[in-house]
């Protein structure tokens, strides 16, 4: 079966420093692993998908992600955090049949 | 492209009422639409799929008589909380999938129902 853990219910940074949300995944097969924004009453977004193409994905907004097969990992990284980032991030895996999983979410706040 | 609206975006019901709320890819066919519930501050929570013209399939848990599901198009699914329960208020959230060569397995994401039942 497929799960995906978010390590951090909260992560708080100042505007203009790094960012990193993490993400441990478990799958049974080489997993379809994504990463979606969700702001406030909006729809969810999709920030970037991995699909066993290259490793490090390149995403929307300046946000990245590496799949590291060895730690099960797919965290989510950007280099600079902009106020405009404040939002709920769910780290999803494919769970096969067109579904999918979605971990507990990451609420990122940005202070100025 | 590839826009998903939700109607209505938030209703208010009295219990033992009701509610239907809609799903419709405003520019793309959908062969699969799905169906999610997220209570606050929690992770989003498949309910069931659904196929254009075939019954929906329900996660384990979920009443399928009371959470009706109908997809009659390619545009439009539905859901209908029938006799709305306080434990029913949730946020109810909609995505659609094409799965054809330009959307790919992607799915695309309405911008949520809030139902609050008193």
């Known amino acids: 079966a497929q799960s995906v853990t978010q390590l951090d219910s909260h992560v708080s940074v100042s505007e203009g420093t790094p960012v990193l949300l993490r993400c441990n995944y478990s799958?049974?097969?080489?997993?379809?692993l994504f990463w979606y924004v969700q702001h406030p009453n909006k729809g969810l977004q999709l920030l970037l998908k991995?699909?066993?193409?290259?490793?490090l994905v390149k995403g929307i907004n300046g946000f990245e992600a590496e799949f590291k097969k060895s730690e099960t990992s797919f965290h989510l990284t950007k280099p600079s955090a902009h106020m405009s980032d404040a939002a709920e991030y769910f780290c999803?895996?494919?769970?096969?049949?067109?579904?999918?999983?979605f971990g507990s979410g990451t609420r990122l706040l940005v202070r100025p | 492209g590839a826009v998903v609206s939700q109607h209505p975006s938030w209703v208010i019901c009295k219990s033992g009422t009701s509610v239907k709320i809609e799903c419709r890819s405003l520019?793309?066919?959908?062969?699969?639409m799905f169906w999610y519930r997220q209570f606050p501050k929690q992770s989003l929570m498949l309910m069931a799929t659904?196929?254009?013209?075939?019954?929906?399939?329900?996660e384990q848990g979920v009443e399928k008589d009371k959470f009706l599901i109908n997809h009659a198009s390619l545009t439009l699914s539905t859901l209908t909380v029938t006799s709305a329960h306080p434990e029913d208020s949730s946020f109810y959230i909609c995505?659609?999938?094409?799965?054809?060569?330009?959307?790919?397995?992607?799915?695309?994401f309405g911008p949520g129902t809030r139902l609050t039942v008193l």
């Open positions: 995505s659609a999938g094409a799965l054809t060569s330009v959307l790919g397995d992607e799915q695309f």
């Open positions: 799958s049974s097969y080489s997993p379809s």
């Open positions: 991995y699909t066993s193409a290259a490793t």
């Open positions: 999803v895996v494919s769970g096969g049949s067109y579904k999918l999983i």
């Open positions: 520019d793309f066919q959908a062969t699969t």
């Open positions: 659904s196929n254009e013209g075939s019954k929906a399939t329900y």
